[in-house]
């Protein structure tokens, strides 16, 4: 018989798990003890099995990856007579099978039977045309089959378990979604920081981290950022105040120019407001919404001192550029002018126009402040 005071902490589980896949083992060991089974397990798979992956609640891990995974989850008697075919349905293995044909079956003498996995209950919380998901528990015969006290509490979980299966596929492209944003910053080469609205770092990319640990004309502290000296350090704070919108305010953009105590060329600083991550409602003050450390402001470090370097083989690839002409335009780029190349590479200065000619029109430019444009717009390696 089904404990129904049980169920409370059933759900309160199944939500705990959508949000932290450890508890997912917690979760199915209590569907295990709720239905008086030793075994459950979560599975997912492609539609065509090319792909497939399993948590197991009762057997030991390794024989349920070796054995069960490695060899018989393309010969599953009962998702063969009865496979997944929509979210929100409840089967036995009474339902997929019958008692002789599975007793006839390589998977039960081989596999199941010694393991007492006769009697089953499958929750069925997810199938579309590319991935199929359910959970399944399994007792011995002597436990008898399920009863129908025992299906009503699997249609109670069930609508759970499927909104709980949706959260969690929900959290994990957002996690997706975000960590292909921030390695994508580390390909830029310029440095960016996002800050909450008390200047403090959430995160820098890789040009921003070298920036602040070089400590020239802009250092991280505990604080936040500060400047080479305190008047520049306030101007700094002045301009993430404004773009973070304090005090309910819109934020506003700004840039500042940062002196470095080596002597290299000042920093150019843009600090750019970030959108809400949601709308406030018309009387709540955005600020008291939000948590301190949520992202506010997009800051920009634009170090002329770094020179940004197209990748050659790119060029070549784009425009079907020579070696020469692609190292050309990568000179060009960095700053130089014909006559420094001609003298670097020991050419006329003639040679390196009629160069540069062929390389204008490979890129169907006219002029070099054309070219330079357009060079300038590629992604430069980091």
Known sequence: MIDFDRLDGALELIYDAAVDRHRQPRLLAELASLFNAHFSDS???????????????????????????GI???????????????????????DMVSISDLRASELFNEYLDVRGLHEGLRFDLFADTEVIEDISILRDWKAGPFQAGELRAARVLLPHLCRSRMVSRRLDEAKMLAGAGLAALDQIRTAILVLDRRGRAIHRNAAGRRLLDAGDGLVLTATGLAAANSTETRRLEVMISRAAGVHGRPGRSGAIRLQRPAGGP?????????????????????????????????????DPAVRGLLPQSQLVALFDLTPAEAHLATELLGGDDLQAIA???????????????????????????ELMRMLSQLPAAA
């Not at 008697?77 to 009865?82: A, C, D, I, L």
């Open 43 to 69: 599975f997912t798979r492609t539609v065509d099995f090319s792909t497939f992956s399993g948590r197991v609640h009762g057997l030991d891990r390794r024989d349920y990856e070796d054995e069960f995974l």
């Open 72 to 94: 018989w989850v393309k010969r599953n008697v009962w998702s063969q007579k009865r496979p997944v075919v929509r979210a929100g349905e409840i089967l036995t293995t009474r």
């Open 266 to 302: 000042a920093l150019l600083l843009i600090a750019l407001p970030l959108p809400e991550g949601r709308p406030p409602a018309e009387s709540e003050p955005i600020a008291e919404l939000l948590p301190l450390s949520s992202p506010r402001v997009l800051l920009t470090i634009i």
């Open 343 to 369: 003298t670097r590479s020991g050419r006329s200065i003639n040679t390196v126009r009629s160069l540069l000619g062929r390389l204008m029109s490979k890129t169907e430019t006219r002029r070099q402040s």
